[in-house]
């Protein structure tokens, strides 16, 4: 069986303008671009959990925007259902939208703040389905309900609601037209830690009763090794580890992975870490080096890594992109 | 807990709960009360200056020319014998009706231009904006008497002037509001959602590009009231017979050396008043529209 959703080396790439960009070009011979996605692959399988993480800027949200097309892939293959998502036009990428859906970071500023609840979460009714007014009424009640927020507020606004309720309106709106696949791009990071959990748990349970598929963009690992079943790890534009979560929280492959994790902290004192640290900062998407893209930071690195990186399977199931492993 | 279950508040339909705090906050800010009061009486006069002006605006009588105010003519008359009452009266129909006329006029071209070059940037953006520094780099003033001059000076010309002056203000203003609300999460969000360009538009972007240019828009009556007034008094607005503040303020500046105060002083205490009350209002709707100020004293 196909997965339900292929991203196939996708590259999103961003012409730089401006004064500074012209010089470059005079300099280097070709207009500067940022790389922010640069060649990812990533299938997300049906009814299941696909996280990605990486640190801020390594283009883990582009690709989630490229996803619903918020912005447009520069090359590459997104096929959702089998169906080919890229070469559509707006107006027939419109019929996929109510299976697609996406949570955003920001639970408050992701809501517009002169509408009221009911009208944010029947919109897509409004928009994708023949449904009449009390229908929709009828239907966004329920969903409302299914994330826990009585229909009592439903005729308040935004600023009305805590930063949890904010969320689960975002993941009611996204959830009213049944859709095969949400796109969470860090859906908790804005929330404080006992809410966090809460929506964590409402995301699974969710997940469990709707045959959802999620693909779980974070940088707490935490969260991503108890919702994914599968994890891909980004870095500067292109996925370095890949594998499932026990594996890869167990026997992570790659250098910039056992950095990552070594970065989280461990409540027990007495606890074995990898003492294991990154140098220096991540370099800007418009110089990336040739090779191996942690190659400057990695404390392992050799004159191989200079050479282009093999992505390969490590293990069954487990794909890395590093030299040394 | 805090999450769940917030204990349920008596459902209010969001217009009167609105209405419920701008009558709260005009009770504390009296000032904005007795301006909008004010505005709303002028309103009012002007609408029934049929019942409510004393005398015909227009009717001399020759027994009774500069008179001091007194019982009879409340503000005096004119050395023609007209009722100063009730010409300010009669005037307020015009004065008002060209300054919201101006400023509708001006506040629906504005955003209609304001909101395409918002939203299609680029070249369009560049070609429109730069249309718009032209008509800026002239003094408002100066541009308003050049097009009445040009045009000739019928009340729809006047409001046409003032209108075209203002235009820039809105366009400018809700050019930026645009291009700073369609980067909002909001914003991306109805995209995602699969909402038409304009839908996105008229549901997701204006409505919260609005508060600024209503408060612009309720500034800029004072300002427009104020311009055809000035146009009127060097004779380039309303002609006579028909009354306007800024032309009896003209016509009655030249009775200040020969001592009939009245003649000047209350017309331009028209003026004075109007301007002072939009621009006091344009104040607190600020503070009231801004969300952070909810709540607030």
């Not at chain 1, 339900?4 to 671009?33: I, M, N, Q, Y």
């Not at chain 1, 447009?72 to 707006?90: C, K, Q």
């Not at chain 1, 949890?164 to 830690?193: F, H, M, W, Y």
């Not at chain 2, 605006?57 to 105010?69: E, H, I, N």
């Amino acid at each position: 069986m196909p997965p339900l959703c292929e991203v196939d080396d996708v590259k999103v790439h961003f012409a730089l303008r401006g004064s500074a960009a012209w010089l470059r070009t005079l300099r280097d011979g070709k207009p500067p671009v940022v790389r922010a996605v640069d060649g990812v692959s990533i299938d997300i399988e049906a009814g299941s959990t696909l996280g990605l993480v990486g640190e801020s800027g390594c283009g883990k949200s582009t690709v989630a925007r490229a996803l619903v097309r918020l912005v447009r892939p520069t090359a590459g293959h997104i096929r959702f259902e089998g169906a080919e998502l890229t070469g559509l036009s707006d107006q027939d990428f419109n019929e996929v939208r109510p299976h697609l859906q996406m949570v955003f970071q920001d639970p408050a500023a992701s809501l517009n703040p002169r509408l009221s609840v009911r009208r944010m979460v029947e919109e897509p009714l409004k928009l994708h389905s023949a449904l009449g007014a009390a229908e929709r009424k009828e239907r966004g009640e329920a969903v409302l309900e299914e994330v826990g927020l009585g229909a009592e507020l439903a005729d308040r606004y935004p600023h009305e609601l805590s930063g949890g309720q904010c969320q689960r309106v975002n993941i009611a709106r996204a959830l009213v037209t049944n859709p095969r696949l949400i796109v969470l791009d860090e859906p908790t990071s804005a929330l404080d830690v006992s809410l966090r959990a809460r929506v964590i748990l409402l995301l699974e349970e969710l997940r469990q009763s709707h045959g959802l598929s999620y693909l779980f963009i974070s940088h707490d690992l935490a969260t991503v090794r108890y919702l994914a079943s599968r994890v891909a790890v980004m870095y500067l534009g292109v996925i370095v580890e890949e594998a499932t979560t026990a594996e890869l929280f167990d026997r992570p492959a790659h250098p910039y992975t056992r950095a990552l994790l070594a970065a989280v902290p461990v409540p027990d004192p007495d606890a074995k870490r990898d003492p294991f640290v990154l140098s220096g900062e991540i370099p800007s998407p418009i110089d990336i080096p040739a090779g191996c893209r942690l190659r400057a930071r990695c404390p392992f690195a050799q004159p191989v890594c200079a050479e282009p990186v093999p992505y390969r399977e490590v293990a069954p199931g487990h794909f890395a992109a590093c030299h040394l492993v | 807990m805090t999450d769940v279950t917030r204990p349920p508040i008596a459902p209010l339909a969001p217009t009167s709960a609105t209405l419920r705090l701008v009558w709260r906050r005009l009770q504390r800010n009296w000032l904005s009360a007795i301006a909008l009061g004010l505005i709303v009486m002028m309103m009012l006069a002007a609408a029934f200056a049929g019942w409510i002006a004393p005398y015909e605006p227009d009717a001399t009588d020759a027994a009774a020319t500069l008179q001091v105010p007194s019982l009879h003519h409340w503000l005096g008359t004119d050395i023609y014998g007209r009722d100063l009452l009730s010409r300010i009266i009669y005037a307020a129909r015009v004065d008002l009706t060209v300054a919201f006329g101006a400023t509708a006029m001006a506040l629906v071209i504005g955003c209609a231009i304001g909101a395409v070059a918002g939203l299609y940037r680029g070249i369009v953006d560049l070609i429109i904006m730069r249309c718009v520094d032209s008509v800026m780099a002239f003094p408002a003033f100066i541009l308003a008497m050049a097009i009445t001059a040009a045009l000739g000076n019928s009340v729809g010309n006047v409001l046409l002037a003032i209108s075209l002056t203002q235009i820039p203000n809105y366009l400018r203003l809700i050019r930026g509001e645009i291009f700073r609300i369609r980067e909002m999460e909001y914003a991306d969000a109805a995209r995602v959602v699969g909402n038409p360009a304009w839908r996105i538009m008229f549901i997701h972007l204006l409505p919260n590009a609005l508060p600024p240019i209503i408060v612009q828009a309720t500034l800029a009556m004072g300002y427009a009231l104020l311009t055809m007034a000035a146009l009127s008094f060097i004779g380039l607005g309303i002609q006579p017979p028909q009354s306007e503040w800024g032309s009896m303020t003209a016509e009655g500046a030249q009775f200040i050396v020969t001592g009939e105060w009245w003649l000047f002083l209350f017309p331009g205490l028209a003026i004075v008043l109007m301007v002072l009350s939009f621009n006091l209002i344009g104040d607190s709707l600020r503070d009231f529209l801004d969300p952070r100020m909810r709540g607030v004293r």
